[in-house]
């Protein structure tokens, strides 16, 4: 889901779902914010439909996330 602070949006929240396996196996965790994809910046929800359009045809991906006071960059393997 989006996340905004001070009105703003800074990411995407996200939480396991269905497969909750694969999630963990990634190295994410429920509630992380997800600020940017391979460096793009996830602040301006328009954009989501391009991060999505090139990630659809990628190999991997990184993601730059806030997990409470910390940065994380988790690299994922979407083969």
Known sequence: SIHRENGQ???YKIRPGRNVDMFNS??????DIVTAVNGMP???????????????S???ANLEIRRGDSMVNVDINLQ
């Open 58 to 60: 990628a190999t991997s």
């Open 42 to 56: 996830l602040n301006n929800p328009s954009q989501i439909m391009e991060i999505y359009q090139n990630i659809s």
């Open 9 to 11: 949006v800074v990411g």
């Open 26 to 31: 990634f190295g994410l965790k429920a509630d």
